[in-house]
């Protein structure tokens, strides 16, 4: 059974740092692409991060040079630093995995909640 499961959201000032953390099972994570997405209420889910299995990265333009998007194989893990935060950052944070050793199956976490506010 595949579970990716996020956690570390929280509530934040504005300017303040968390670090969100997305533990694997079930998948063979090394092998996988990874993503963070993130939903504000009302607005579609949007891509922030994205690293591949051979650890290459790119960010949406929004949160360039303030998150950084990692991972480390051995723990099966997931993570998202994010600095210098800002109001508009708040929303539910999900964790992404897909491969392209199998086309259209992608899994999703359950999300974890990032409130950015003084």
């Known amino acids: 059974q595949v579970q990716l499961v996020e956690s570390g959201g929280g509530l934040v000032r504005p300017g303040g740092s968390l670090r969100l953390s997305c533990a694997a099972s079930?998948?063979?994570?090394?092998?996988?692409?990874m993503d963070w997405y993130r939903q504000a209420p009302g607005k579609q889910r949007e891509l922030v991060a994205h690293?591949?299995?051979?650890?290459?990265?790119n960010y949406a333009d929004s949160v360039k040079g303030r998150f950084t998007i990692s991972r480390d194989n051995a723990k099966k893990a997931l993570y998202l630093q994010m600095d210098s935060l800002k109001p508009d950052a708040t929303a539910v944070y999900y964790c992404?995995?897909?491969?392209?050793?199998?086309?259209?199956?992608?899994?999703w976490g359950q999300g974890t909640q990032v409130t950015v506010s003084s």
């Open positions: 992404h995995a897909r491969t392209r050793l199998s086309p259209g199956v992608d899994y």
């Open positions: 079930g998948i063979l994570f090394s092998m996988y692409d």
């Open positions: 690293i591949t299995s051979g650890d290459s990265t």
